[in-house]
């Protein structure tokens, strides 16, 4: 049964908004047709240790520690000093403090690089690959195995920005923002198709105050979990420190989720080329699209435009069930 459903390895640095994606890749609505068979990670919401903890803090609320959890990179290709921990806290997931400790000794000894390029070469043009921070484990896979960036079904990139407004940087989405270098390194070199969730699709699209209670008051585990870890962010846009209408809740990594769970959610998109800027004082890190098409480039991303965003909703609620 597991060989007909589609296989997914999720690249994360779990953080809030990645742990509701792990959540909606898990969902058991979706369990006769996707099937999880990794999650690795790596620094950025907060350092890779810690992100191997918040991962099997969701997989055990889930009931699901029969995934394997891989252990990647510590530090982006050049290191930097970026922060989020005004965001989702300390440990990524909100400071919540009555949440059990997962045994780190279920991290696997196996490197996420090294499990990522060894499943890319057993199962080649079968997995679609997860990618919701910053991509530095992929790029280097990239680096180690030369045919690594064509041997997947697709890659779901949350990141990236077009319009040179930024979230933690001036101009820059933070994913890319983060490591520049790796996500040039894999727009660059994969060619397996690019599905890219950029930073303004995830600004068209608002959760309400009202409809997230909804879901998190539903009386579950996961629901009761997600109430928790998202109390301090769900708190800064009542503050109105994002600069939204407080009654408004953003999304990222949790739309890249749905869109590998259920492809039928997407309604248009736009075959591109894409590259990232490296030198700029003020750019590093934005993505930079040809959109008249003057270089002549391979269109090497698939940029999502619209998707139909009550079944998004409904895909949501289901998940915390």
Same mark, same amino acid.
């Given at each position: ?71 990647? /990179? ?27 400790? +997962? ?30 921070? &910053? ?6 896979? /990239?680096?180690?195995? &030369? ?45 397996? +198709? ?20 909804? /879901? ?46 259920? +492809? ?58």
């Amino acid at each position: 049964m597991a060989d007909l459903k589609e296989k997914v390895i999720i690249d994360t640095d779990c953080g809030v908004d990645d742990a509701q994606a792990i959540v909606i890749a898990l969902s058991k609505q979706f369990s006769d047709t996707i099937y999880v068979i990794g999650i690795t990670c790596c620094s950025g919401n907060v350092f890779v240790d810690q992100v191997t903890i918040n991962v099997l803090k969701v997989l055990t609320v889930l009931g699901r520690l029969d995934i394997p959890v891989y252990k990647g /990179c510590e530090k982006p290709l050049i290191p930097s000093d970026l922060d989020t921990t005004h965001i989702f806290g300390e440990d990524g997931l909100g400071n919540v403090k009555d949440i059990p400790e +997962p045994d780190p000794s279920m991290v696997q000894s196996e490197s996420a690089v090294n499990f990522l390029t060894r499943i890319s070469q057993e199962k080649p043009g079968k997995i679609t690959l997860l990618a919701i921070g &910053p991509l530095t484990n992929i790029a280097l896979a /990239c680096r180690l195995q &030369p045919n690594f960036g064509k041997c997947f079904k697709k890659l779901v990139i949350m990141g990236g920005n077009y319009q040179g407004i930024g979230n933690t940087a001036l101009c820059a989405e933070f994913n890319f923002h983060f490591d520049p270098e790796a996500a040039l390194v894999v727009l660059s070199e994969f060619t397996s +198709p690019i599905i890219m969730i950029t930073l303004e699709f995830c600004r068209k699209y608002f959760m309400s105050q009202k409809f997230l209670e909804n /879901c998190l008051n539903q009386g579950t585990a996961c629901s009761h979990f997600l109430q928790k870890i998202t109390a301090r962010s769900r708190q800064l846009h009542t503050d109105g420190k994002y600069g939204l209408p407080i009654d408004k809740i953003t999304i990222y990594d949790e739309l890249a989720a749905a869109v590998v769970v259920s +492809p039928s959610i997407v309604i248009s998109s736009e075959h591109v080329f894409a590259t990232v800027e490296l030198e700029g004082k003020y750019t590093r890190g934005q993505m930079v699209i040809d959109w008249r098409d003057v270089l002549k480039k391979r269109k090497n991303v698939s940029i999502i435009k619209e998707i139909n965003f009550e079944l998004y909703k409904s895909i949501f609620h289901k998940a915390l069930q």
